[in-house]
């Protein structure tokens, strides 16, 4: 598990965590208000912290390939939709400014079901 003074990290903007065998988020990840990038592959995490989205107001990138969390779950917590918004934005400036030409998908961050 991630220790409780991660969340006295304020001026921390990424935080990468795969392959760390996780269940889940601590809620004082909320306290990160300052947290662009959130990387939780391949752990076993099932929930997030409720506000998670509310809290992170400059959270763009979350991803959390290969966890047993279901889409609509993420999809459902308060304020995803604004974090939708930040991260789609983020991805139009890259292809506007061309910086991703080469790339061939566009990552949600989260595993949907084919």
Known sequence: SLPETIGGCLAL???????????????YICKLQNMKSVI???NNI?????NMFE???VLQ????HANPIAVEELESMPGFATYQSRRCLKYDKQIFGG????????????????
């Open 13 to 27: 903007q990424e935080l990468d965590c795969k392959k760390n065998m996780l269940h889940a988020l601590p809620i």
């Open 99 to 114: 910086a991703m030409k080469q790339k061939m998908g566009f990552d949600e961050g989260f595993d949907r079901k084919v």
């Open 40 to 42: 939780l592959d391949n």
């Open 61 to 64: 990138t979350l991803s959390i």
């Open 55 to 57: 809290e992170c107001k």
């Open 46 to 50: 099932s929930m997030l912290p409720k």
